[in-house]
């Protein structure tokens, strides 16, 4: 018997304003990343996240992205909900913040956060940004995956 299973890599973002899902989600497959699962808003994005880690045959996202902006503490109020379900199931998890010192990037660090990325307002910046976060998920990739 043969069973399909899909195992193609993609990322997970969870991202409290659609027009800034739909712009990262360009912006990251442009600079070359898989597929994009949007999961929607922190509440929506914690529920989804939840099912699909609690699901052993689901194919499970290679990198979380969170970007919320409902409040200037949202995206640690979220890793700090989330940090032992996503260290548990070894998905990295990066968040695009507010450019912020080191002591606020230091305490999304300490949240769960495997590394942080600022939003930024001039075009290119964001390119890079963008980029970087790409690269963090190639660089993140275990090369002996091949399968469940």
């Known amino acids: 018997m043969n069973v399909y299973v899909d195992n193609t890599p993609f990322l997970a973002l969870i991202d409290d304003d659609q027009h800034s899902a739909h712009l990262l989600t360009r912006m990251l497959v442009a600079h070359g990343s898989p597929d994009i699962a949007w999961y929607g808003d922190a509440s929506d994005g914690a529920a989804r996240l939840h099912a699909v880690l609690a699901d052993i045959n689901a194919n499970w996202p290679s990198l979380l992205i969170v970007d919320l902006k409902s409040h200037s503490g949202a995206n640690l109020d979220f890793l700090s909900s989330i940090q032992h379900l996503a260290r548990q199931k070894g998905v990295p998890v990066v968040v695009m913040a507010a450019a912020t010192d080191r002591q606020g990037r230091q305490a999304l ?16 910046a964001y390119r890079r940004e963008a980029a970087g976060i790409v690269s963090f998920w190639a660089r993140s990739q275990r090369l002996d995956a091949v399968g469940m």
């Not at 590394?115 to 307002?121: G, L």
């Open 109 to 124: 660090l300490d949240a769960g956060a495997s590394a942080v990325f600022f939003r930024q307002a001039e075009l290119d």
